[in-house]
């Protein structure tokens, strides 16, 4: 048996502001244990800290993927009960998938594997049972290309109309409808103005990894019009509010009950989840990151001042060759004079030692991370259900193909002007 959606939003708000404490550090700025300062209040947290710096690597890499499996965090922390409150029925529909995936290959075309897969197990999770495909035309938000919205078409034999403001996917992906014969319309709009509402009108709306803002829209309009939505959503922290708004009314009542407050880099920890990358890249990464240590430590050594210094982001394909020049780059974006006769092996192998502590400690976010995922997906669900509609939660397919695999369908059941 599954808790209710608002027996978990509830006991989540809890627990997420009982360990705001342990998880909301960034293991990353620290040199010294992240939870230093908490130590004489719970002395418990240098064991903890200890623990996870003693973790052998292959433990490590274990618990980085599943965080909830034989940790050793539980001695501590309330691991089974947060393995069980972010557990939701896998929604596999492997009848209807099975068939998807036999469809035609050219149905595929023009798409990556890996997103061919993550859409054809949207569509087959797409329908609540009971409702008859091919009855409604349908939107697609934030559409790309309108990949979905052409896979949707030929699925259920409706017209899909794909909602983008970028002129040239719009373009692309009418061509691409055109060239197959599917009946697909792309159209140029800001999904974010009010025009926008002409499209809901006796449709229902699918929405594959719309970002932060876009699929708060959404559901904002949703509830004012009683649509039917399908929504796999992301990007939490894609928001213009530096803290975030809780949307439901028992979130906003929960949070400011047991004072948990969630900023914009909180937001982002809940999608922090490298799964997809492949080996090579999950390497460069951590170079990236080992050599960003490594150049925190010259620059404490330099400037006598003990704190973490951000340094701008920079795409691994301008990454420099070495770690010397990797540290000149850095050194320049924050105006550091770099001394002479630098070391640079010996702050190197620090970076790489630093890594290696962030790591374990990070394990604790890595525990939290997906509660909060959990959480802000349950505010959604929440308000929706708080508007009255009838809304399902589910996994629409496995973490591999993509992390962000929450799915949300919801039905108007009642009258809508309840949720105004
Ligand atoms: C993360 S992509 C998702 C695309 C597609 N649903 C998919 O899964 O591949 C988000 C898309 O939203 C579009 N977008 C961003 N802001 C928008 C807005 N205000 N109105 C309409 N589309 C927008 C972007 O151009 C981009 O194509």
């Known amino acids: 048996m599954f808790p209710t959606h608002v027996e978990r939003l509830e006991r989540l708000t809890e627990l997420l502001a009982e360990w705001q404490w342990l998880w909301a550090p960034a293991p990353f700025m620290h040199r010294q244990s992240p939870w230093q300062q908490h130590v004489s209040r719970y002395g ?29 965090l539980a001695a501590w922390l309330p691991v089974s009960e947060l393995a069980e409150l972010v557990a939701v029925p896998n929604g596999v529909e492997s009848e209807r998938l099975s068939a998807i995936m036999e469809a035609p290959s050219r149905w595929a075309d ?94 229902s709306v699918v929405a594959l990894h719309a970002c932060g803002d876009l699929h708060v829209r959404l559901l904002e309009l949703a509830r004012q019009h009683a649509t039917t939505v399908t929504l796999a959503p992301c990007c939490y922290q894609r928001t213009r509010y530096t803290d975030y708004r809780p949307l439901s009314h028992l979130a906003r009542e929960e949070t400011t009950r047991q004072g948990l407050c969630l900023s914009r880099e909180h937001l982002a920890l809940s999608v922090q989840e490298t799964v997809t990358a492949s080996h090579g890249e999950r390497r460069k990464r951590e170079r990236a990151s080992a050599w960003r240590l490594g150049f925190d430590e010259l620059q404490r050594e330099i400037s006598g001042i003990d704190e973490y210094l951000p340094i701008p982001s920079l795409s691994h394909g301008r990454l420099p060759q070495d770690f010397a020049g990797f540290c000149h780059w850095a050194a ?44 802000l997906v349950l505010d959604r669900v929440v308000w929706l259900e708080e508007a009255g509609f009838d809304v399902e939660l589910c996994e629409f397919c496995e973490r591999h193909l993509t992390p962000r695999n929450l799915l949300i369908r919801a039905r108007p059941v009642v009258d809508p002007s309840l949720g105004h």
């Open 332 to 375: 320049d974006q924050k105006h550091v004079a770099l001394t002479p006769s630098i070391d640079w092996s010996a702050f190197e192998a620090q970076g790489w030692e630093r890594l290696s502590r962030v790591r374990r400690w990070e394990l604790v976010r890595h525990l939290f991370r997906r509660p909060l995922e959990m959480w």
């Open 110 to 203: 023009h798409v990556g594997g890996r997103k061919w897969q993550q859409m054809a197990a949207f569509a087959a999770h797409m329908l609540p049972p009971g409702l008859q495909p091919g009855l409604q035309p349908m939107v697609e938000w934030c559409a790309g290309k309108g990949h979905l919205a052409r896979l949707l078409s030929r699925l259920h034999g409706v017209e899909v109309t794909g909602l983008e403001w970028q002129r040239v996917l719009c373009d692309e992906g009418q061509r691409l409808a055109d060239r197959q014969g599917v009946a697909v319309q792309l159209s140029c709009q800001d999904v974010m103005q009010d025009d926008v509402v002409t499209w809901l009108e006796g449709r």
């Open 44 to 72: 418990w947290v240098a064991h903890l800290a200890e623990c996870l710096t003693e973790l052998d690597d292959e433990t490590c890499m274990r618990l980085q993927d599943d965080p909830f499996d034989d940790s050793p």
